[in-house]
């Protein structure tokens, strides 16, 4: 059976293959390792194979997986309610889910509390399907919210692909979240070397193809047994 290990070392090739197929190189594309179905030994793997990015959706398990590897870099992935701002916040190096006002002002008094910045990304979400997210109509309007935060650094953009998506959709969603990231950029919300963090295990290299430089990958490196 293949070793957390060996199953990175695959992820990140096919992360290069993905990359070069693009013309760039495969280290323009990085990797969040989604440590949702780890063992704390499975972290302690995939940090002693040179693995330093790793990510949860869960204030609490973030929390936990941290006092692990205590000097990786850690995402925070999903919605964050209001009761757990200030223990997400201090848990981790960047939020991927940002995608309203309120939660943004909540982690800007905290920020301004604890005098510490925070890189976030806003999360887009192409279809009004009732899931996190902004619409592409909604993003100028909250980043100009966004600009009035001092605490809060608006790092890029992060999407979700919608559960079942056929390859069809999946480039055409992706695509379309790269242009709304690259009209951040022209009107300068956005630095150039910003971070669009598209694609999980099944769907990772289509995000790569339509312009991704993060992607999320948890089953894929850490499969669940039994």
């Given at each position: 059976?293949?070793?957390?290990?060996d199953?990175?070392?695959?992820?990140?090739?096919?992360?290069?293959s993905a990359?070069?197929?693009?013309s760039r190189?495969?280290?323009?594309?990085s990797?969040?390792?989604?440590?949702?179905?780890?063992?704390?030994?499975?972290?302690?793997?995939a940090?002693?194979?040179?693995?330093?990015?790793?990510?949860?959706n869960?204030?609490?398990?973030?929390?936990?997986?941290?006092?692990?590897?205590?000097?990786?870099?850690?995402?925070?992935?999903?919605?964050l309610q209001?009761?757990?701002?200030?223990r997400?916040?201090?848990?981790?190096?960047l939020?991927?889910?940002?995608?309203?006002?309120k939660?943004?002002?909540?982690?800007?008094?905290?920020?301004?509390?604890?005098?510490?910045?925070?890189?976030v990304?806003?999360?887009?979400?192409?279809?009004?399907?009732?899931?996190n997210?902004?619409?592409?109509?909604?993003?100028?309007?909250?980043?100009?919210?966004i600009?009035?935060?001092e605490?809060?650094?608006?790092?890029?953009v992060?999407?979700?692909?919608?559960a079942?998506?056929?390859?069809t959709?999946?480039?055409?969603?992706f695509?379309a979240?790269?242009?709304?990231?690259?009209?951040?950029q022209k009107?300068?919300f956005?630095?150039?070397?910003?971070?669009?963090?598209?694609?999980?295990?099944?769907?990772?290299?289509?995000?790569?193809?339509?312009?991704?430089?993060?992607?999320?990958?948890?089953?894929?490196?850490?499969?669940?047994?039994?």
């Amino acid at each position: 059976m293949p070793t957390v290990s060996d199953n990175l070392n695959i992820v990140k090739q096919r992360i290069a293959s993905a990359a070069q197929r693009s013309s760039r190189p495969a280290e323009a594309v990085s990797l969040v390792a989604v440590a949702k179905t780890a063992t704390a030994n499975d972290l302690r793997e995939a940090y002693s194979a040179g693995h330093r990015l790793f990510g949860h959706n869960r204030v609490q398990a973030l929390e936990e997986h941290r006092l692990v590897l205590p000097d990786a870099e850690w995402h925070l992935l999903g919605p964050l309610q209001g009761k757990k701002v200030l223990r997400g916040v201090a848990a981790c190096n960047l939020y991927q889910a940002l995608a309203d006002i309120k939660t943004a002002q909540r982690i800007e008094r905290v920020l301004a509390e604890n005098g510490r910045n925070l890189s976030v990304l806003l999360q887009v979400n192409i279809h009004s399907d009732g899931r996190n997210g902004l619409s592409l109509e909604q993003v100028d309007a909250f980043c100009d919210e966004i600009a009035e935060l001092e605490h809060i650094q608006l790092a890029g953009v992060m999407n979700l692909a919608v559960a079942d998506a056929n390859d069809t959709q999946l480039h055409s969603d992706f695509a379309a979240v790269r242009e709304c990231f690259e009209s951040l950029q022209k009107q300068r919300f956005i630095k150039d070397d910003a971070i669009l963090s598209m694609g999980m295990s099944g769907d990772f290299e289509i995000a790569i193809s339509e312009g991704a430089n993060l992607v999320r990958v948890g089953r894929a490196i850490f499969p669940v047994i039994g």
